[in-house]
């Protein structure tokens, strides 16, 4: 089916093999931002989709419509969402092998809608039969017999994603002496490196502050540690999308999560925006007061091995890191 010209929005109807994946993919697509309907009767499909009187449709519409659909008519369906105006319509067909279907069917328990008091296999075929107009006409046609939700997932998102799709990746800071980020899936302890809150110039700042942000990339170890975890990152963000995760959270830590923390997060966001990312950077700890009870935990021993201390400051690390 030819698309129309112009701007409009996508309208895509959703439609194939019961038990192919109309589900997954109407939930994928409202991640993405689209508005989704599923089982829409035909003689709601234009108001659905116009929605308020006189309002010009701005996101996309993903319809899902089978054998179960009030109205469903696989013969005139193509030309009724072609008639609708102010939006470029478009058919997706799922199938999957009949084999995997009756399978399916068996696993759920769940009866096929066109053989209630028959075999799986007759309404499959019966089925496969009465949307063999559809399927021809299909803009797009995706097989899901070998595909997992995941994959399924991520050909949505290759093929309807445009610039809506962008799963969320925050940078959070955070301090282990109130308790580590519960809405990490990566966490990284900086507490190897050198603490500024010693220094007295540097206690009253943060690392949102380039003096502590030079002072923390002086330690020896910093650099190279914040290289090799920007190449872990860059290495593993992309598998989590593929995977199909929509959220992200890398979090750092320190033990008061002011200083060292907060600078590993700002300079993080920073390559990895150099990388192609976009990362949004919240600092947990940040507002909150500094007291030398966070920092002072009696756990580590001075390293030694960082920058050297100003005067009045403690030599090597503190005790709480």
């Known amino acids: 089916m030819a698309a129309r010209p112009g701007t409009f929005p996508r309208l895509l109807l959703v439609t194939g093999m019961s038990g192919a994946g109309k589900s997954t993919v109407l939930h994928a697509l409202e991640d993405m931002g689209w508005d989704c309907v599923d089982n829409l009767p035909t003689s709601l499909l234009e108001a659905f989709v116009h929605g308020e009187r006189g309002a010009r449709r701005k996101i996309p519409v993903a319809v899902g419509m089978d054998v179960r659909s009030r109205g469903f008519d696989p013969q005139t369906l193509p030309s009724l969402i072609q008639s609708i105006e102010g939006v470029t319509p478009e058919i ?51 097989d899901t017999t070998d595909l997992t939700p995941a994959e399924l997932r991520e050909e949505l998102r290759s093929r309807y994603g445009g610039d809506i799709d962008q799963p969320v990746l925050t940078i959070v800071s955070f301090g282990f002496a109130r308790g580590i980020s519960r809405t990490a899936d990566l966490v990284f302890d900086m507490r190897f490196a050198d603490n500024p809150h010693w220094v007295p110039e540097l206690q009253p700042m943060t690392g949102e502050d380039r003096a502590v942000q030079d002072y923390c990339s002086s330690d020896v170890a910093w650099t190279p540690a914040m290289a090799q975890i920007e190449s872990l990152l860059i290495t593993l963000i992309p598998r989590y999308w593929a995977a199909g995760k929509s959220y992200l959270t890398v979090a750092f830590g320190c033990t008061g999560g002011r200083h060292r923390s907060v600078a590993a997060a700002v300079e993080m966001a920073n390559r990895l925006r150099e990388a192609g990312f976009s990362p949004n950077v919240r600092h947990r700890d940040l507002a909150k007061p500094q007291s030398d009870a966070v920092e002072d935990t009696p756990a580590e021993k001075p390293s030694g091995t960082g920058p050297s201390m100003k005067s009045g400051a403690r030599d090597g690390n503190d005790a709480g890191e």
């Open 92 to 142: 997706l067909y799922l199938d999957c092998a009949g084999s995997e279907l009756i399978r399916r069917y068996d696993e759920t328990r769940r009866r096929h809608p066109l053989a209630p008091d028959r075999p799986a296999e007759d309404g499959v075929a019966k089925e496969r039969a009465s949307t063999a107009a559809l399927r021809d006409l299909a803009d797009t046609l995706i």
